[in-house]
Nanobody
Framework: QVQPVESGGGLVQAGGSLRLSCAAS????????MGWFRQAPGKEREFVAT????????YYADSVKGRFTISRDNAKNTVYLQMNSLKPEDTAVYYC?????????????????WGQGTQVTVSS
């Protein structure tokens, strides 16, 4: 079992950067595919990025491709989301999730464990 806990959210101006961290408890963290999702006010939660555990394969939503980078450090049981060139439309609660599978995962239904979320606010 894995329990993700997000940190690193905050307020930043448009064009700025933030790095989110997700620390996950559990000795088998390295065998989970990890993902980031976000939910803006009044909108449904949406996929942002995912990284699998076997070869570190990544996949991004088109809206963040080229600006966000997902990475993981299995020794630290932590996954990161580096967010650059932030836009006001990136404002949302960002959630970290873990999936018991080896392939990348793009859909909420594929994930087994979720964090509580961290707020990211981008001002214009």
């Amino acid at each position: 079992q894995v329990q993700p806990v997000e940190s690193g959210g905050g307020l930043v101006q448009a064009g700025g950067s933030l790095r989110l961290s997700c620390a996950a408890s559990g000795r088998t963290f390295s065998r989970y595919t990890m993902g980031w999702f976000r939910q803006a006010p009044g909108k449904e939660r949406e996929f942002v990025a995912t990284i699998n555990w076997t070869r570190g394969r990544t996949y991004y939503a088109d809206s963040v491709k080229g600006r966000f980078t997902i990475s993981r450090d299995n020794a630290k049981n932590t996954v990161y989301l580096q967010m650059n060139s932030l836009k006001p439309e990136d404002t949302a609660v960002y959630y970290c999730a873990a999936a018991q599978k080896s392939a990348i995962a793009l859909y909420e239904s594929e994930y087994d464990y979720w964090g509580q979320g961290t707020q990211v606010t981008v001002s214009s």
